[in-house]
């Protein structure tokens, strides 16, 4: 299965502490894992910095927005035939 972890950009702020427990639960369960972060039509110009740490360290960041539209094809093939 995959793990999809939602969070969102703003409002409610970014957690990167929850993030990261979710993260390490999955790995300890050696479940796939997917950041999806949301909301990214809120912040203006800058994405929360732990996003491009999380990439370093080999995770899929999914960035989207449901008001834009913005990532949700990426999501969608991400998720087509799996289950999460």
Not at 69 to 72: F, K, Q, V, W, Y
Not at 74 to 84: F, M
């Given at each position: 299965?995959?793990?999809?972890?939602?969070?969102?950009?703003?409002?409610?702020?970014?957690?990167?502490?929850?993030v990261?427990?979710?993260?390490?639960?999955?790995?300890?369960?050696?479940?796939?894992?997917?950041?999806?972060?949301?909301?990214?039509?809120?912040?203006?110009?800058?994405?929360?910095?732990?996003?491009?740490?999380?990439?370093?360290l080999?995770?899929?960041?999914?960035?989207?927005?449901?008001?834009s539209?913005?990532?949700?094809d990426?999501?969608?093939?991400?998720?087509?035939?799996?289950?999460?």
């Open positions: 299965g995959l793990r999809v972890i939602v969070t969102a950009a703003a409002d409610p702020p970014f957690r990167p502490g929850l990261d427990r979710y993260l390490i639960a999955a790995e300890v369960g050696g479940v796939e894992c997917v950041i999806c972060v949301n909301k990214m039509d809120l912040i203006e110009d800058e994405e929360p910095p732990e996003l491009a740490d999380y990439e370093r080999g995770f899929r960041v999914v960035r989207t927005s449901c008001e539209g913005r990532g949700l990426e999501l969608r093939a991400l998720l087509s035939g799996k289950l999460s």
